[in-house]
């Protein structure tokens, strides 16, 4: 299968889930030894979900200079710290607690706080990263992806990180990094897999502006049971 332009989106077709998270892990090994190589760091946003997790677990074996590696969260959910759900307890067992990141350089969103709180506490932080190198996404079934989810408020707000009220998919409140930080990555991947989320591949590829949509310049990696007969 060759790679896509298909109205703008680039589009990596990848045979099943597991090839999806195949070329994310060749991506990101790829990406920390450029940005290493240029600028002695890799900053590098997870994503949530259970998508990523694959990939992550690929990583464990990867040649990268981990003690440069910085680790960023696309979002979190505003749940104790170490409950099974946060997204950071999922990259801690898949990857995290494997390879030797200093724990100060594992950004975590303290969602613990609360929407309000923990997205100031974390635009701080960003305020101080010029750009990530790498962002990782995944795609909800209703075209979301980090926190930012269809009719939110939080889909209009400006800021670096975002808090999240009343989001459809559990917990209701969440932390986002906002429209800023993920159109101004170096390299964005979105990586689409499942039936379950061909619906919302192909309303995007019809036009509508889901709000991963609005995620400028990413390439997406999609598997062919989320592309249904429309990418071969
Ligand atoms: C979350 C994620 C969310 C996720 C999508 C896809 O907190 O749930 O950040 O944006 O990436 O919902 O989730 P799956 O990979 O589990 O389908």
Redesign the pocket.
Known sequence: MTDQACDGMIIHPCVDADAVAQFAATAVIEAAGAAIAARGVFHWAL???????RCYELLREADIDWPKVHIWF????CLPVGDAER?DLMADKALLNHVPIPPMQIHRMDAELGPEVAAKQYEALLAAVPVMDLIL?????DG?????FPGNPALEDQRLAVPVYNSP?PPLE?V?MGYAVLNAARRCLI?V??A??ADAISRIQNGTRLPVARVQGCEWLIDREAAGNRIV
Not at 74 to 77: C, I, K, L, N, S
């Open positions: 994503a949530g979900g259970t998508t990523p997790k696309g979002d979190e959910r997204n996404l995944g795609m909800g079934e979301h992806t980090a926190s930012l998919k969440r986002s990586m897999a499942g379950g989320k």
